[in-house]
């Protein structure tokens, strides 16, 4: 009888610990979606897209602070990190990396998979195509990256010609691809941009490819034009008008502007957007920034009461400037943000008719067709009346807050809006990128690309130059011509960047120009 | 039934033949003052027949003599010899060996041992001594009073967390808390969130739900080698509560009360002399004005803590019963801060079936509403902007004012102005005033913990008992902020966040038991299961964020209201299930030698997938009574030495093997991009320690030395990953090492009759070294906050702080900018020091005279450093004293050097100032760091025991002054170096806007009636 006690004592204790049936399960989170459920209405594809093109943007540090200061659309009245920040070139911010290897790299290399295994070819070379808009973004703020030879631990950066070749071959791809399934229907509900309709996105493979050859028109002009006039002359056609522009959709996000600017007081109108849209006398103005309450404020233009602050400040208090211009308002509603668009391709073909490429009309029809088509994008009157003054140049700056004339400057800019064709190629050029410069607000990142690689528009330098030894040291009359390779790269990967500096030619320093940026434009 | 049959005939046999001596049965019950001695020897003299005493103290011995003597034997106790007689039933109550003062400790899983067989180190706290001052957290009276337990609190005030660390970090990934164990029962002590350096609000913890004034000992066991019975949970040692019982006898009713006030100890040093220039935010005017300087005491208040508890306990024989109740309500230094707890305990036992099984339950209730705990880093925080209000505005202007009528609206904001609302737009201030009335943070606790055991006594040496426990608390957190407030962290219509869920374990075991002594050898083992069962943080969760439409409605805070932008998330944080089975075996030998021997295997459902959810542990440990094995000399009284060595596993954290994809607040789906890791491993922690435990001149003087050596492998880290799918992995790598020694000392210099003062003092060092992480990276980030950082890194220690110094020549000089002139700081991060203090001691003294007592606590804590980030800001905002005092002088004094050229003097804006300066939210870090040494008075308690004899009434009444964290013998940094601005491991020293330490008197009255 006692035996039998002991023999249920231990079957109790050893009954418990046996059962290790039900741990997958409990180990799993229930509020987490499987790749099984998502499997329904085929979202374990389709799902992947959105989070793809939500991380095309960044937030604040990722473009307020860095590429939007950097071209001049928009500055900060508040003393960031006692006002030695990436906006007065001393790097403290420097997320795009990790945000675009995190968020669309890997991401979107888990959709080719997938798409893969599900036999679903369409929606891997979309993938593809994301993976270009992304990382050809990712190449203007570090020169060489991570692309070809991605996928591994201390993975090999490639050369800024192998990255613009990896590109223009893989566009290939894609666009031949498109063309042959261009009726196909799968895209359809995962696309809130075009709706699935492949004949779009193969004309923004083409602009694509016509924005990333111009980019290289200095470095390789062989390939740059090789490249243009293949986007030029592609049956498929390019971004023409509006309709057709690349816009992504926000998901339901408020325009992460419209935080920095309204809610957090962070960002406002620049100095220079205040010199050339008064000076140019521009209706987009009231379009792209809200009037500045207090008339004493803009004693020099009162009828156009808007204010900026200069880029890189020197500041005091961040309530000295943030009554100055708030972006517009209407941002607070909008539900996309432009890509890519039709005034950018008007523009790049006419800097292309300068080039000598074949395909494109002539310089003017494609200059005005340019302004023409931002005009008509943002909703503004008087097109033709802007394009024909000969006269009105961007203003002077005064930081009126400030005594004496600290962060004050003398404008630069020396063209007026309407063509003339007497003029030299040079300030041709001029003129195109510096309406292509007014034209691209809201996405600056080509407008600093092009201010690196032609000079212009002729921004004023900034005012508070912090840069330093740690970073690379700029002179007072220079620009941050790129930004250093991350930390985490930097320990973790060392001895690839290394290589990748090699690649660079120069130190990983923010003074380093990268391989479009030559320096010369004709 | 048959056996009692056969003796009852056996018996009227006997009778017949009508002998005078026979053989009978003899049973009874072995106990002490406290109550049964399990293991205890009881033999006949002089022959070999012996048993050893049960779970419950009870033996039975078979064929004893009727005129035999019985030798009844326990270690610590004397030895008694009692006549049988011809009793069939014999109780014996063994007294203390006074000359040994051995003590009988609960160790795991609730089995009392002899102190003297441990092979591990061990400490116990009394319940009285802890309660003694009476702290509404009551954790904290833990500090100073056991050696190796390092005890920080939450700057959050009452009901707040603490943070609790027993021989050093030992895991790089969870934060190395130990395990609480109730009457044998892991309890669930978890954290609430915790701040950042920019945000937050501390959580509480579990711990506060328990009544104090029931809580009869604590008992701290250090090693994973006295842990290995609770397995992975016991990894960073275990502290074992053991609750009050009922006592056989008259009803006893004890009722207490204590009533104390609290009051900050000091705010930083702030002038209030130097103004703004040009209406900016910073103080950096140099001239210098006449202005008020009350703003910022007068923000504090003085806080009301009342501490009221009854229990009553009594019972027979048989059945035991305690009941209590206890209330606390608290009120803190800053305004409309509050805490109100409600304390129910009840707990029985009886005996049945021939006394053969013991029910025992317990149910333990208690609620916590918690109102607006004090806030940390910059966020909401009022602290910021009442320190850097500037001096030449009107504080009251803005306290009367705090928000301003929008016409457009119709509501009140906290809008930019210079006569109220706030006067400068800056996510990192608010007007105080307008965050005290018009955000709050309410949190409501509400737990039960209930609690059944039947203990059976199988028969001499075998018993068994079977636990079963639940444990269940609901948590709501509710914060809202009205509309209007700082537009950085709140939305056009106000923000909610409000998480509400339920936590809960479900905890059974089974042991069996076995005891003998076969000739010279003790044997005590056993064999035993345990099932365990949480499930943490299920319910829901909101946060309305910073979108216009977050909230349809302004203020109004309900889900009825959420706009469709909002994410109302399901939460669940820890779903786990742990099986386990384990044995132990001690042997001694003659009572001098004792081998311990334990081992467990652990089934965890976080290794799901793996093949390694399965893994065994082992422990060995070995204890020697030298001073009954060799002659001593006759002032030793007591000296015993022990080793022992662990291994002990840890299972991974939850849903960490195979993480899915999540659907994101935007409503699309977020992939996931973590590497499965199929191959994890438990971490792995093997301890070694050695002992000595030595006695002296009849007791009254003790030492307990105890070396140890832990290692930590196979830690569970997370490193990032460029690979074409995934972006991080998790990895088993990495050896983390902490070393050192505890000392206790304790000794009774001097007893008479009216007079006795006893002594206690703890030593502890600890060493922490990171030996190696990963192949592949050198540094698993920690955290950290601004300019500080707090990495892992290879050859480190855990508890570093990087930062930055200042840029030195090569005679130490420090570097001017040549053209600003600041003092310039190094481009990297470096190693400023650790935040762990290089050793700690604690000093309790115990003073009575007739009817006096005197209880006093002096801890200390010698080396380390803590980090400042509130001074820095201070510095930058221009409202320290000491830019002051610079702008008084005119310069501040420096050993500097510009342009190659020496500096003695600069300029104090240039200095102190955010941008050219030290100070500021990037400043240089060296100039905030301070060493962390500080001594203090933390307890005092002076009682009065009136004299009742004549009152048949009341059994014991007294009185007693009492008061906690009373004054600084030492302190070199400009705030309590024990206050932790979060209790997790993310920023070990780092302060940033913490509310300033608090002490407290008051009075308590205990009365036993």
């Known amino acids: 009888m006692k035996k039998i006690k002991y023999i249920l004592i231990f079957a109790f204790i050893f009954s418990i610990g046996a059962c290790t049936d039900g741990f997958e399960e409990l180990n799993q989170n229930p509020n987490q979606i499987t790749d099984e459920s998502l499997k329904q209405d085929f979202q374990i594809v389709g799902s992947k897209y959105a989070p793809l093109f939500q991380n095309l943007f960044g937030n604040q540090i990722h473009h307020n602070l860095s590429n939007e200061s950097w071209a001049q659309h928009l500055a900060q009245p508040t003393v960031f990190v006692g006002n030695a920040n990436n906006t007065t070139y001393d790097i403290t911010w420097n997320p795009n990396w990790d945000r675009t290897y995190n968020n669309i790299m890997s991401p979107s290399g888990l959709v080719m998979l997938l798409a893969e295994e599900a036999e679903l070819p369409l929606f891997v070379h979309w993938a593809k195509l994301i993976r270009i808009l992304a990382m050809s973004r990712l190449t203007a703020f570090h ?9 591994g631990a201390q993975a090999g950066y490639d050369s800024e010609p192998i990255l613009y070749n990896a590109f223009f071959t893989q566009l290939d791809e894609i666009l031949a691809f498109f063309k042959a399934n261009v009726n196909a229907q799968d895209m359809m509900q995962f696309d809130e941009s075009y709706g699935g309709d492949i004949s779009s996105w193969i004309r923004l493979v083409n602009s694509m490819r016509l924005r990333l050859a111009m980019r290289i028109s200095m470095a390789d002009p062989v390939l740059a034009k090789t490249q243009g006039e293949k986007a030029l002359s592609d049956s498929g056609g390019l971004i023409e008008s509006n309709d057709q522009n690349l816009n992504v959709f926000l998901y339901g996000k408020v325009y992460h502007p419209v935080t920095i600017s309204f809610g957090w007081a962070d960002t406002r109108m620049s100095a220079t957007m205040e010199s050339v849209l008064v000076g140019y006398k521009d209706p987009r103005i009231s379009k792209f920034f809200d009037e500045v309450a207090d008339p004493a404020l803009v004693p020099d233009h009162p009828e156009f009461p808007y204010k900026g602050i200069r880029s890189g400040a020197s500041l005091d208090a961040k309530g000295d400037h943030t009554m100055y211009s708030n972006i517009s308002s209407d941002f607070k509603t909008v539900t996309e943000r432009r890509f890519m668009g039709a005034a950018e391709v008007e523009f790049i073909k006419a800097e292309a008719a300068l080039r000598g490429w074949s395909g494109v009309g002539t310089a003017q029809s494609h200059y005005e067709a340019g302004v023409n088509r931002s005009f008509e994008e943002w909703g503004a009157a008087g097109a033709a009346t802007y394009l024909a003054n000969n006269t009105d140049l961007p203003i002077d700056y005064d930081d009126i807050v400030y005594q004496g004339d600290r962060n004050d400057f003398v404008n630069k800019m020396t063209v007026t809006v309407a063509w003339d064709n007497a003029l030299s190629n040079e300030e041709k050029l001029d003129k195109i990128i510096t309406q292509k410069w007014i034209a691209s607000r809201t996405n600056t990142m080509e407008s600093w690309v092009d201010h690196r690689r032609t000079g212009y528009p002729k921004l004023p330098n900034i ?23 991350t930390n985490g790269q930097r320990q973790n990967n060392a001895a690839k960047v290394a290589e990748a500096v090699g690649f660079l030619g120069g130190p990983d320093e923010i003074g380093t120009r990268l391989w479009w940026d030559t320096g010369a434009n004709f | 039934m048959k056996n009692n049959l056969l003796k009852k005939m056996f018996f009227v046999a006997i009778m017949l033949t009508g002998s005078v001596i026979f053989a009978q049965t003899v049973s009874g019950i072995i106990s002490d003052e406290s109550g049964p001695l399990p293991g205890a020897s009881v033999l006949v003299k002089g022959t070999s027949n012996g048993v050893t005493t049960d779970f419950d103290g009870n033996f039975t011995l078979d064929n004893v003599a009727s005129d035999a003597t019985l030798v009844v034997d326990f270690l610590g106790f004397k030895s008694q010899d009692v006549s049988v007689a011809g009793k069939s039933v014999i109780n014996v109550t063994l007294e203390v060996d006074a000359s040994q003062l051995d003590e009988v400790v609960v160790t795991a899983l609730g089995i009392k041992r002899s102190e003297k067989t441990l092979t591990f180190a061990q400490q116990t706290v009394k319940g009285e001594d802890l ?42 990934s969870g934060d190395s808390q130990p395990l609480f164990v109730i009457d044998g029962v892991p309890m669930t002590n978890n954290k609430g969130g915790q701040p950042s350096g920019w945000n937050g609000v501390d959580g509480g913890d579990g711990l506060s739900a328990l009544n104090p004034d029931d809580i009869e000992s604590m008992s701290i066991l250090k090693g994973a080698n006295a842990a290995i019975l609770y397995g992975s949970d016991g990894a960073n040692g275990v502290v074992i509560i053991t609750t009050k019982s009922g006592k056989a006898g008259a009803t006893k009713v004890n009722v207490t009360s204590s009533a104390s006030v609290r009051s900050i100890i000091d705010t930083p040093e702030l002038q209030y002399r130097y103004g703004s220039v040009n209406g900016a935010k910073e103080n950096w005017s140099y001239t210098s004005g006449d202005y008020a300087d009350n703003f910022v005491d007068d923000w504090f208040q003085t806080g009301f803590d009342l501490i009221n508890g009854v229990s009553v306990s009594g019972g027979n024989d048989k059945t035991q019963a305690y009941f209590s109740y206890g209330n606390t309500t ?10 109100k707890k409600n304390n129910f305990s009840f707990k029985q036992s009886t005996k049945v079936l021939n006394d053969k099984v013991k029910i025992t339950s317990n149910v333990i209730l208690s609620q916590e509403k918690t109102k607006n705990r004090n806030r940390a880093g910059y966020y909401n925080n009022p602290l910021t902007g009442l320190y850097w209000f500037p001096r030449d505005r009107n504080f009251n202007d803005f306290k009367d004012n705090y928000g301003i009528f929008n016409p457009d609206r ?11 609302g706030w006067f400068v737009q800056d996510h990192h201030q608010s007007n105080p005033y307008w965050l005290l009335n018009k955000e709050s943070q309410d949190d409501d606790f509400k737990r039960v913990i209930a609690n059944l055991s039947v203990a059976w006594t199988i028969d001499d040496h075998f018993s068994f008992q079977m636990r079963m426990n639940y444990d269940f608390a609901k948590k709501t957190y509710d914060e809202q902020r009205m509309a209007g407030g700082n537009t950085t962290t709140v939305a056009r219509n106000g923000r909610w966040a409000y998480q509400d869920f339920t936590d809960s374990k479900t905890y059974m075991d089974g042991i069996l038991n076995y005891n003998n002594s076969i000739g010279d050898f003790t044997v005590n083992a056993l064999v035993g299961a345990t099932y365990q069962r949480t499930e943490y943080r299920l319910g829901v969760s909101v946060n309305t964020g910073m979108e216009d439409s977050g909230l349809l409605y302004a203020n109004e805070f309900n889900f009825q209201n959420i706009g469709p932008i909002v994410q109302v998330g399901s939460t669940l944080n820890n779903n786990v299930e742990k099986q386990s089975i384990f044995g132990n075996v001690e042997l001694g030998w003659k009572e001098m030698l004792f081998v311990d021997l334990a081992g467990r295997n652990d089934w965890a459902s976080t290794l799901a997938e793996t093949g390694n959810e399965s893994y065994f542990y082992p422990s060995i440990g070995l204890s020697a009574i030298l001073s009954k094995i060799i002659e001593m000399p006759d002032w030793t009284s007591f000296l015993k030495a022990r080793a022992s060595m662990a291994t002990i596993g840890n299972e991974v954290p939850w849903n960490r093997i195979t993480p899915d994809n999540r659907v994101t607040d935007a409503g699309t789906v977020s992939t996931n991009t973590v590497k499965p890791f199929l191959d994890a491993k438990p971490e792995l922690i093997s301890t070694f320690e050695v002992g000595l435990d030595w006695r002296m001149f009849k007791s009254r003087l003790g030492i307990d030395f105890t070396y140890y050596d832990i290692t930590s492998k196979d830690q569970f880290l997370r490193f990032p990953l460029e690979s074409q799918l995934y972006t991080s992995e998790y990895i088993n790598a990495g050896e983390i090492k902490n070393s050192g020694i505890e000392i206790t000392l304790n000794g009774t210099p001097i007893v008479t009759e009216n007079f006795s003062w006893s002594t206690t003092f703890n030593y502890s060092a600890n060493t922490n070294e990171i030996i190696e992480l990963s192949p592949n990276a050198l540094d698993a980030g920690l955290g950290g906050t601004e300019g500080f950082a707090a990495p892992l890194i290879e050859g480190g220690s855990f508890g570093d702080i990087w930062g930055f110094k200042f840029q030195r020549d090569g005679e130490g000089r420090i570097i001017l900018d040549d053209t600003d002139g600041g003092p310039l700081k190094t481009a990297q991060r470096e190693l400023l020091g650790n935040a762990e203090p290089d050793f700690a001691v604690g000093w309790s003294n115990n003073l009575n005279y007739k009817s006096w007592s005197v209880n006093m606590q002096i801890n200390g804590k010698f080396g380390g450093i803590v980090a400042s980030q509130t001074e820095s800001l201070l510095d930058g905002n221009g409202v320290s004293e000491r830019s002051a005092a610079a702008r008084d002088r005119g310069y501040e004094n420096i050993n500097a050097v510009q342009n190659g050229q020496p500096v003695t003097q600069i300029d104090p804006f240039t200095y102190y100032g955010e941008g050219p300066g030290t100070g500021g939210r990037n400043g240089i870090s060296e100039a905030y760091i301070y060493d962390r040494t500080s001594v203090r008075l933390a307890q005092l308690s002076i009682s009065y025991q009136f004299n009742v004899e004549q009152l048949d009434w009341i059994s014991n009444a007294s009185l007693s002054l009492i008061g906690n964290n009373l004054f600084y013998f030492y302190k070199d940094a400009p705030f309590d170096p024990e206050i932790t601005n979060s209790t997790s491991r993310s920023q070990p020293g780092i302060e940033n806007y913490n509310l300033p330490a608090t002490r407290t008197t008051g009075l308590n009255l205990s009365v036993t009636f």
């Open chain 2, 410 to 420: 119709n509501l009140d904001e906290m809008s930019l102005s210079d006569s109220g």
């Open chain 2, 131 to 172: 309660m003694k001052t009476k702290d509404v957290n009551f954790v904290n009276a833990l500090s100073g009073k056991a050696a190796g337990v390092e005890v920080r609190q939450s700057s959050s005030g009452p009901g707040g967390s603490t943070k609790i660390q027993i021989r050093g970090a030992k895991s790089a």
């Open chain 1, 143 to 151: 020169g060489p990256v991570i692309f070809t030879q991605f996928g």
């Open chain 1, 463 to 485: 005012f508070d130059n912090r840069s330093n030894a740690e970073d690379g040291i700029l002179a007072d009359d220079e620009f941050l011509r790129r930004v250093i390779y």
């Open chain 2, 330 to 339: 608290s009120t803190g230094v800053s305004p409309n801060n509050d805490y």
